[in-house]
């Protein structure tokens, strides 16, 4: 089964150099010694917690059969890459299947300590999920490895973001299974934002699907929306989602206390620095998304850390 997984976002506009990786290859580049984190302590992850009481929810169930009835449009395509696939080849998953898989990758993934280097010797820009096993020559992983750059204060000045990262990165990790996206779901999300990856990694599928679960948790936090109650999304919310994010910018959204994943996954309408165009969210689409979609695709031969770089991994 071929899949190309793709992780990552970009809290910075800073272009920096990739590095290449095949499986099965030794890296040019030696690893320095990673920590993984104790047991104790990654049970206390706040962005997994969430994930998992997610997976539990009334809502997770409820969306995710309502995406199994989404039907696919082979007429839209995302960018054109070689082996680029965005959905299942497991024939008429059932919704147990499913979350059995999920539940199981979300116990199996492990959040490593800063480093500067990943397991394999690619440098961390600044955070990604590794789904390869390169021991094996590129099979899929039981579950993820996050990573994230010892350049930056994360237990200080970006510990709100590394809960934010944590359920960003940890969503890709969650859905890098057999049991990825559906062809409703990509077809859902590519109308939503675009789907070209040219135009930046934020257009992506998987990537729409990663800043909506952070969103999903922030509107629960300011309670103006609870995914976990299977409660529809109406036109009530999409109007205090449009009211919250009035006047946010590309360049105030931090003064304005938005995250930078829901930033990137409402939009403002206009180009971002390193990203293209950042498609505002319609009220449709808002809709679409927050009642229908609970899954996601990967992206399987690359991963592009949060500086936007590319690395191949098949």
Do not use: C
């Amino acid at each position: 089964m071929a899949f190309n997984l793709k992780s990552g976002n970009r809290p910075s506009f800073k272009k920096l150099g990739s590095n290449s990786y095949k499986p099965g290859l030794k890296s040019s580049v030696k690893s320095s010694p990673i920590k993984s984190l104790s047991p104790l302590k990654q049970e206390g992850n706040e962005g997994m917690n969430y994930l998992k009481k997610d997976l539990e929810s009334e809502g997770y169930k409820k969306r995710l059969a309502k995406e199994l009835k989404l039907k696919g449009d082979k007429t839209l395509k995302t960018t054109p890459v070689e082996g680029d696939k965005y959905y299942t080849e497991v024939s008429n998953p059932t919704i147990k299947e499913i979350i059995s898989q999920r539940k199981s990758r979300a116990d199996k993934t492990v959040f490593h300590e800063p480093s500067e280097f990943d397991e394999d010797g690619r440098k961390i820009g600044y955070a990604h999920a590794d789904h390869i096993d390169a021991t094996t020559g590129g099979t899929i992983k039981p579950g993820s490895d996050v990573f994230y750059s010892d350049k930056y204060d994360w237990k200080g000045t970006q510990a709100k973001r590394k809960v934010n990262l944590d359920v960003h990165e940890g969503a890709h990790a969650i859905t890098a299974g057999e049991h990825g996206m559906l062809g409703g779901t990509k077809d859902l999300l590519i109308k939503a934002k675009g789907g070209d990856a040219s135009k930046g990694n934020i257009n992506r599928p998987q990537e729409v699907y990663a800043r909506y679960k952070v969103s999903q948790k922030f509107l629960k936090e300011q309670g103006l929306f609870d995914a976990f109650t299977g409660d529809k999304f109406t036109d009530k919310h999409v109007k205090k989602v449009n009211e919250l994010m009035e006047g946010v910018t590309q360049e105030n959204y931090k003064e304005k206390g938005i995250p930078y994943e829901v930033f990137t996954f409402f939009g403002d309408g206009k180009n971002m620095k390193g990203h293209g165009f950042n498609k505002k969210m319609s009220k449709k689409d808002m809709k679409d998304i927050f009642n229908n979609v609970a899954s996601n695709e990967p992206d399987l031969g690359q991963i592009t850390d949060d500086f936007g770089n590319q690395q191949t991994l098949a």
